[in-house]
């Protein structure tokens, strides 16, 4: 009990000294201050009665540290507090978790009594995303600037949402002030910045009227430097291109010179990229309705140059841009092949005359095989030469030339009713129905007769020979197109009608074997073959060479549309004479298989 005593009073004297208390004397731990002592050592908040206790016997110097303790206690809550006051200042997002422990608070506290970051910090406030804090402290430092250069700094606030902040800012970009700002500057005693605002407000006033008469705007009473006015021919004098807005307020005040005026500027600035975008920069004449003008806006709407154009590009010693345009051309013709799209003979000429074989090379495979699918020629081996110069006569209407007839005989292109072929003998009927028109030459009409039949126009062929014999003097000349056009009748299945035709030119040649072949011919069409039989001996008689005579009766069995017909004609033909008519045949084959 002794040694517990001992140790309280041990405790009081330690506390006493702590606590700067010891000038009290008594020093038993029955004492209240020994109680009072130990409640402030843990923290425990005193009573009013203590306080008081300890005024009346003038411990002045202990009720100080328990102050400035109590006051120690409240500095965590006090310093949250600040740290949340400038976090809403800096506009810091409310869902970013930060402590007072946190960077950010140290960062922000600098900013809020030095007015500046380093680069370093702002380099740290970048990287967590906090670019809200960069630009608020950006605007302090550019606030700080204005303040100096509008002898401002007087003025304590440096904070940007300061309204100092705005009325420099308008300062600095030359706009007007209005009263309210100005007499806030006043009632601010802001002198200095009144008389740079007075003077700089006089100076652009003054340019002002310079630029009305510079861009022909003198006539408008506006002098406000708050009118649209000033801010259109601020663009025009630092060559701007006005917006459709701008242009149509100018209408509307009646200032036709300056909006000619800012179309003639819009024009040499287009003028001035045009040059340099196709290399024309070192032609030197600015003027818009320069000749080189109009030929770059071709160039660059994709139009294509005429020889004009490139005889000035080349006289201007511009051969870049003739290279230029010459490309561009080249590209389009490109695209079009590439496309499908035939190229012109001009156009050919063109790629020609301007060495770009090879597109021309890429356009005539690429016509070469539209033609083929034009005309059916499936053979993949199919030389270019010459067969795609003779399709592309074809195309143009023109004749043949006999090697290209001859070429397309020994590829076996005229020997059937192939697209070529039927292309080939409308041109030559053509042609020499033309020539009897032209000339009168009345042979020309059973020739022209024939090809129309070769083509698969026996219509035309008809129509042809529709004429009256009676003026037709030459006997021979009669029967050779009165044997066109049973021919014709006999192709549109009218035997009766090709019949006729057939006696009546026997009757005006009856030497000469092609009608006694057309009527033999007829009567295999009705398939009366000893009769038919009978009319090519006829026609043997007379000349007819029996390769020809049984070319036609091929044709005629080949062109029967009734296959038990065909069938009978094949076998008579082979009971008649097997080795002669061994081609048959294969009809009876043909026959054999199709009743499988």
Known sequence: MAKESQNRSKHFAALKSKYQATQYQDSSPASLLYLILRKLDLGIELTDLEFNWLQEHELFETIEIIWLQQFRMGESKRLEAEFSHLKAKY???????????????????????ENS????????????????????????????????????????????????????????????????????????ELFEAIE????????????????????????????????????????????????????????????????????????????????????????????????????????DSETHLNEQDINFLRQSQLPETIKIAN???????????????????????WLKNNEYEDIIILAQHKH?????????????LLRLEPFYAIMVKLEKKERLDPKFVFQLM?????????????AYYKLEAEFY????????HKWNIPTASGYWRKADEPQQALKLTNLDLNRVNDSNLKSAILVTRGAAFRDMENLADAESCAKKAMEYQPDSHQPYTLMGAICYDRYDYEQGNYWFEQAIQRGAETEDIDAEIKRVIRSTKDEKKRHEAAEYLLRKDAQRYAWAKSYLKKSQDNSK
């Open 117 to 188: 970051l380093t680069d370093s910090e702002v380099k740290l406030l970048q990287d967590n995303n906090l670019t809200q804090i960069v630009t608020i402290a950006q605007d302090i430092k550019r606030f700080a600037e204005l303040k100096k250069k509008y002898q401002a700094t007087k003025y304590q606030d440096s904070h940007p949402d300061s309204r100092l902040y705005r009325i420099l800012k308008k300062l600095d970009t030359e706009a007007s002030l209005n009263d309210n700002e100005y007499e806030w500057l006043l009632n601010n």
């Open 327 to 349: 490309d561009k051309y080249a590209f389009i013709l490109k695209a079009k092949i590439v496309s499908l799209i035939v190229i012109s003979d001009s156009e050919i000429d």
């Open 410 to 422: 020994e590829e076996g292109l005229l020997s059937n009713d192939g697209k070529i072929a039927l």
């Open 196 to 299: 740079i605002f007075e003077k700089q407000d006089s100076a652009t006033r003054a340019k002002f009227t310079q630029l009305k008469s510079k861009y022909q705007a003198s006539q408008h009473p506006d002098t406000s430097l708050s009118s649209p006015l000033y801010q259109i021919l601020q663009k025009l004098d630092a060559d701007e291109k006005l917006i459709d807005s701008e242009i149509d307020w100018l209408e509307s005040q009646g200032l036709t010179e300056t909006i000619a005026i800012a179309e003639e500027l819009e024009r040499k600035r287009e003028y001035i990229a045009l040059k340099a975008k196709y290399k024309a920069s070192q032609y030197e004449d600015l003027s818009s309705d320069n000749y080189l003008y109009a030929i770059l806006k071709k160039l």
């Open 91 to 113: 506009k810091v997002a409310k869902n970013l978790e930060s402590s007072v422990g946190s960077v950010l608070y140290p960062i922000l506290w600098k900013l809020e009594s």
């Open 433 to 440: 129905e033309q020539e009897f028109h032209r000339t009168g």
């Open 368 to 380: 070469f095989a539209a033609l083929k699918r034009k005309y059916g020629l499936v053979d993949p």
